[in-house]
């Protein structure tokens, strides 16, 4: 009997402390202004302070100069800034892809909004690149058809816009038409091209839907960043120019 009893109260004892359901009921917010009013905290800062050090020495590394300001702004359809992206991507791309194809890259196309800031004339940093290209995009080759080179074309015309083309295009456009020439030669639009972009814009990013299925497509394994920093070690001073590459009439 006296077991019976135990037994019946630790029952009870243990329905009394079951937790209630509980269920959200009200939900508050507050900003918090995040500036140098914030006080510090000495112990974060020893933490971080070696690897800020480190941080600092990498981005600050002078890797070449140039004479004067590289721009995105300083043309119509073209740019300085997005001249010397195009090539130096392409003079990076291109011995890969030889490499793993054994064939070359026809041109190289970018986007206007990819290039995020200038590089003013003086010596040029780590800092610089990471400025100018703060996104982890891949450098790929995508195979076009002539159909959708006519594409890209028209997307550069209608676009309105200075998107990094690279020097191997000769594009003349007049008010109802265009001519192209590529590496020399008149367009082919029953040949296939060899177009190195971006992994961002290959997929259709800005727009650039004529990059989608392509007929085929190699991965370089290859950021465009890491190009830029690599030519801006080996080549001093950086230069880039208007040219005759995008010519309107």
């Known amino acids: 009997m006296k077991k019976l009893t135990m037994i019946t109260c630790l029952f009870f004892f243990l329905i009394a402390c079951k937790k209630k359901k509980q269920s959200l009921t009200k939900i508050t917010a507050k ?8 006080p510090t905290n000495d112990a974060i800062t020893r933490t971080i302070a070696p690897y800020k050090k480190k941080m600092l020495k990498e981005i600050t590394t002078i890797l070449s100069h140039t004479d004067k300001d590289l721009t995105r702004l300083d043309g119509k359809m073209q740019s300085s800034l997005g001249n010397l992206l195009a090539d130096l991507c392409f003079d990076i791309a291109n011995p890969i892809f030889k490499t793993k194809m054994h064939k070359n890259i026809d041109f190289a196309m970018f986007n206007y909004g990819g290039i995020r800031a200038g590089i003013p004339a003086g010596k040029i940093t780590n800092k610089h690149a990471f400025e100018l290209m703060p996104f982890e995009n891949s450098l790929v080759v995508a195979e076009l058809s002539g159909e959708k080179i006519i594409e890209l074309i028209n997307y550069f015309i209608n ?11 000769a594009l003349t456009i007049s008010e109802n038409n265009f001519t192209l020439n590529i590496n020399g030669v008149p367009f082919d639009k029953n040949k296939n091209y060899f177009v190195l972009t971006s992994d961002y814009l290959q997929n259709g990013g800005d727009k650039m839907i004529f990059f989608k299925a392509p007929i085929s497509l190699t991965k370089l394994d290859y950021k465009m960043r890491d190009a830029i920093i690599t030519y801006f070690k080996n080549t001093s001073p950086i230069t880039s120019e208007l040219d005759n590459r995008v010519i309107i009439k």
């Open 31 to 38: 900003t918090i202004l995040v500036d140098s009013n914030i």
């Open 159 to 169: 676009n309105q816009k200075a998107h990094p083309l690279s020097k191997h295009i």
